[in-house]
């Protein structure tokens, strides 16, 4: 399984950017792909998830209405809108993927990607 994000950059505050995360080696249609993020000196934290067979969909409580979900499943991509980005969304973003369902906790997802750095700033 390899997980490839894409997607970040710098954006002032207020702005958006769109991460992507595809999906190859997969054996399986039923699993969950989650974004997490790193602040320096922080612990990962869940983000939001959806799952790709019935499009079920996970969000914390610090993203809700500034952030959305999406996956193309012929392309086996997962994309994260952001907007309304503030300072404090800056962080490394990794998406991840799990059997099955949905859930925030960083270790119960088996892949990873290597990272997307996205900096808010002006």
């Known amino acids: 399984v390899q997980l490839v994000e894409s997607g970040g950059g710098l954006v002032q505050p207020g702005g958006s950017l769109r991460l992507s995360c595809a999906a190859s080696?997969?054996?399986?249609?039923?699993?969950?792909t989650g974004w997490f993020r790193q602040a320096p000196g922080k612990g990962r934290e869940g983000v939001i998830c959806?799952?790709?067979?019935?499009?079920?969909?996970y969000y914390a409580d610090s993203v809700k209405g500034r952030f959305t979900i999406s996956r193309d499943n012929a392309k086996n991509t997962v994309y994260l809108q952001m907007n309304s980005l503030k300072p404090e969304d800056t962080a490394v973003y990794y998406c991840?993927?799990?059997?099955?369902?949905?859930?925030?906790?960083?270790?119960?997802?088996?892949?990873w990607g290597q990272g997307t750095q996205v900096t808010v700033s002006s």
């Open positions: 080696g997969f054996t399986s249609d039923y699993y969950a």
């Open positions: 959806i799952t790709r067979s019935d499009g079920s969909t």
């Open positions: 991840a993927t799990r059997p099955l369902h949905c859930t925030g906790v960083a270790s119960m997802y088996a892949y």
